[in-house]
């Protein structure tokens, strides 16, 4: 078996998906917190 060396896997696939996760998730808690503010809004 070949000996693992530190740093030597490509990780451009998981880097993308990495960076499109967090820019989704930012969408996501973006657009809860206009909802909620939307919803207060008509409620005050």
């Known amino acids: 078996m070949a000996e693992h060396?530190?740093?030597s896997m490509?990780?451009?696939e998981q880097r993308k998906t990495f960076h499109g996760f967090i820019r989704?998730?930012?969408w996501v808690a973006g657009l809860s917190?206009?909802?909620l503010i939307?919803?207060?809004l008509l409620n005050a």
């Open 5 to 7: 060396e530190h740093g």
């Open 10 to 12: 490509d990780i451009t």
């Open 24 to 26: 989704l998730a930012t």
């Open 33 to 35: 917190i206009l909802a």
């Open 38 to 40: 939307f919803i207060a």
